[in-house]
T-cell receptor, first 118, second 111 residues
């Protein structure tokens, strides 16, 4: 069964450094999402991405964050200058989202990247 | 977005059915009910979803009341590996099926 994969599984960085989290979506999926979960808290929506542009972003997703699909396969989340409070699990999710097919709006999540900012 | 209300926790005996309730009294006609679960800090795992009719798949059954104001996720034969946090989420095309996670129900399956 196809899966969403994410790398790295764990990233440790110093405050102020840039990090890039990578996601390989399920093949032929069209919609991509990033969520995060601070330890002990809820899973929070960050951003959705479709047709090479951001569809929606939450207030968490400020100017320090960016997303792109640089090579048509990987979907990346970049944090320009990490802060201590960015420490969290970051989950990528993807969905097929084919309007002409039923039941293609289910999001499938990757295993996550644990980001630790020191 | 419609909000959902779930009990914070519940226990279940291994091998027995687990019935997880969810209230979504403000759900609108075009909103689906989705269920996900999260084991430890792993990525949320899709379980099942429905609009009006009851649904069943290899993992679970979803029973939606006729007025759609509540639903029940049924795990027919709970195993220890079903111990997880279960999330009931309502969403629709109007918000691009964005998922808003609440606190969910922590289900503990006991031997």
């Amino acid at each position: 069964e196809p899966e969403v994969t994410q790398t790295p599984s764990h990233q440790v960085t110093q405050m102020g450094q840039e990090v890039i989290l990578r996601c390989v979506p399920i093949s032929n999926h069209l919609y991509f999402y990033w969520y995060r979960q601070i330890l002990g808290q809820k899973v929070e929506f960050l951003v959705s991405f479709y047709n090479n542009e951001i569809s929606e972003k939450s207030e968490i997703f400020d100017d320090q964050f960016s997303v792109e699909r640089p090579d048509g396969s990987n979907f990346t989340l970049k944090i320009r200058s990490t802060k201590l409070e960015d420490s969290a699990m970051y989950f990528c999710a993807t969905k097929l989202g084919d309007r002409f097919l039923p039941n293609t709006d289910t999001q499938y999540f990757g295993p996550g990247t644990r980001l630790t900012v020191l | 977005d419609a909000k959902t209300t779930q009990p914070p926790s519940m226990d279940c005996a291994e091998g027995r059915a687990a019935n997880l309730p969810c209230n979504h009294s403000t759900i609108s006609g075009n909103e689906y009910v989705y269920w996900y679960r999260q084991i430890h800090s792993q990525g949320p795992q899709y379980i099942i979803h429905g609009l009006k009719n009851n649904e069943t798949n290899e993992m679970a059954s979803l029973i939606i009341t006729e007025d759609r104001k509540s639903s029940t996720l049924i795990l027919p034969h709970a195993t220890l590996r079903d111990t997880a946090v279960y999330y009931c989420i309502v969403t629709s095309l109007l918000n691009d099926y964005k998922l808003s996670f609440g606190a969910g129900t922590t289900v503990t399956v006991r031997a």
